[in-house]
């Protein structure tokens, strides 16, 4: 059910919700308060050139620097160059500080056992979503995910701040696909979740496979595994995306995290180490 707080999602489901992510269930969330200004984001448009606009190249980087005795507005701030005017880029940073703030705390509340959460980055996509293939995250260029990375809990959040649905599909979670591709992977793999994501996105195994289909509307959000739950990108255009991590300990049952489990499904499955 729609809540206007988001600690009465909390007070609603309490633990339920990081045990149910925990087990690769996707969270939907049908009205995710936020102080947002719509009408202005749904007005503009930025160039596909800066799709991912977020924490990670500067967005909530201060907008005023020093100069001896002066203060003045850095030009030279990504925003800037986004909004031409001064104005609209202190306008949009202020809507962002405030809105990223909001989900941040946002986060702790619905997962308060996750002591060491953290978040990594925050973007805010304002541009069309291409459509994507069916697939599990893979990062690092073709590299396996250094172990401290590895054993981090990630918890992946998207918001739709568009006017229109946005549509995405979902499929088999990592453990469904070792067991029902078993034999057209190969019989020996890397045991790093990484790595496996980049060879199933290579051999685009999912293509066929069965999906459900999600349209998730203005305000809604997914919060989703994307490390262990196939998905797959339909359309959409503006959304906000959030990273956050925590360790594994931090997890209601540990055991749990995909990295610690593929020992398991390997011997369960009858894989072998590459």
């Avoid at 059910?1 to 609603?12: F, K, L, S, V, W």
Wanted: hydrophobic content about 40%; charged content about 25%; glycine content about 4%.
């Amino acid at each position: 059910q729609p809540h206007e707080r988001i600690g009465d999602y909390g007070r609603a489901y309490g633990d339920e919700i990081a045990r149910r992510y925990e087990h690769g269930d996707i969270i939907y969330i049908p009205q995710f308060p936020l102080p947002i200004d719509l009408a202005f984001f749904q007005a503009l448009s930025v160039s596909d050139s800066i799709a991912k606009l977020g924490t990670g190249n500067g967005i909530e980087d201060g907008i005023f620097v020093r100069d001896k005795a002066e203060f003045r507005f850095d030009r030279n701030h990504v925003l800037y160059k986004i909004c031409k005017t001064e104005g609209l880029a202190a306008y949009f940073q202020q809507q962002v500080r405030t809105c990223d703030d909001q989900i941040r705390e946002a986060l702790r509340i619905l997962f308060p056992k996750y002591y060491s959460l953290f978040c990594g980055n925050i973007t805010w996509r304002i541009t069309d979503t291409p459509t994507s293939i069916m697939h599990i995250d893979h990062f690092n260029n073709r590299q396996p995910t250094p172990d401290y990375d590895s054993f981090l809990h990630k918890i992946k959040l998207f918001i739709n701040i568009d006017q229109d649905l946005r549509h995405w599909r979902t499929s088999y979670t990592l453990p469904e696909i070792l067991a029902r591709y078993r034999h057209e992977l190969p019989p020996s793999l890397p045991i790093n979740r990484n790595l496996i994501a980049w060879i199933l996105a290579d051999m685009d195994l999912l293509k066929d496979a069965p999906s459900h289909a999600i349209a998730f509307p203005t305000m809604s959000a997914l919060i989703i595994n994307a490390d262990v739950a196939s998905h797959q990108v339909i359309s959409g255009k503006r959304v906000i995306a959030a990273e956050f991590f925590c360790e594994q300990r931090d997890m209601l049952e540990p055991n749990m995290h995909p990295q610690a489990r593929m020992e398991g499904w390997f011997k369960e499955y009858g894989y072998t180490r590459a």
